[in-house]
């Protein structure tokens, strides 16, 4: 399973861009990229996927260069509700038999 | 909407007890669900695949007659902590994909249980 390296904290302030670099050095063919975002006492909350280039949903962009090593999670301008852990998870998106394995997370501060 | 409903979210029991947590999927047969454990201040780590029809596997290291599985359907699968003491006390996450290639892995609300 491809390990995942991410900064264990980050500060920002509300209407900034934030983006978080995860490193997945040994990551396969097969596997995936997807992050989480996670509030204390909750689960895990899917925010997106992809496998190469760049992604883009409603609430983040993920960006992956071609060599897929690393990637990028873009939340466009947080406010304090994006105060949370976030989780970069590689994995192979066969037909779902196998769990993905959570590094240590992002813990993202929002200031006002 | 949810996608995974776990029950209960909260437990406070004595210890000793054994207690059962449920994990159901709502929109999709699963096959395969996961069961997590977070400490609090750390990550979610596998504790087991819950296979329908089949016996869990566990990861290193977790106890098969501490943690009870039945997945006994496919949208239904239960966490039993049998005879538990205080350093059972954790948040419980299950989790399951849907068998669809490419798609997301989905997470329950998690159960806090505190063994007294």
């Known amino acids: 399973l491809a390990k995942t390296t991410q900064p264990i904290s980050m500060d920002s302030y509300e209407g900034q861009e934030v983006n978080i670099t995860c490193s997945h050095n040994?990551?396969?063919?097969?596997?995936?990229i997807t992050w989480y975002q996670q509030f204390p006492s909750q689960g895990p909350r899917f925010i997106i996927q992809?496998?190469?280039t760049k992604v883009t949903n409603e609430v983040a962009s993920l960006f992956i260069p071609a060599d897929r090593k690393s990637s990028t999670l873009s939340l466009p301008r947080v406010s304090l509700s994006d105060t949370a852990v976030y989780y970069c998870?590689?994995?192979?998106?066969?037909?779902?038999?196998?769990?993905?394995?959570f590094g240590s997370g992002t813990r993202l501060q929002v200031q006002p | 909407g949810a996608v995974v409903s776990q029950h209960p979210s909260r437990v406070i029991c004595k210890s000793g007890t054994s207690v059962k947590i449920e994990c159901r999927s709502l929109?999709?047969?699963?096959?395969?669900m996961f069961w997590y454990r977070q400490f609090p201040k750390q990550s979610l780590m596998l504790m087991a695949t819950?296979?329908?029809?089949?016996?869990?596997?566990?990861e290193q290291g977790v106890e098969k007659d501490k943690f009870l599985i039945n997945h006994a359907s496919l949208t239904l699968s239960t966490l039993t902590v049998t005879s538990a003491h205080p350093e059972d006390s954790s948040f419980y996450i299950c989790?399951?994909?849907?068998?669809?290639?490419?798609?997301?892995?989905?997470f329950g609300d998690g159960t806090r249980l505190s063994i007294l």
């Open positions: 989790s399951v994909r849907t068998g669809r290639l490419n798609q997301p892995q989905h």
């Open positions: 040994n990551i396969a063919t097969n596997d995936y």
């Open positions: 992809g496998y190469k």
């Open positions: 998870l590689v994995g192979d998106m066969d037909t779902g038999r196998r769990a993905l394995t």
């Open positions: 929109d999709f047969q699963a096959t395969t």
């Open positions: 819950s296979n329908e029809g089949s016996k869990a596997t566990y």
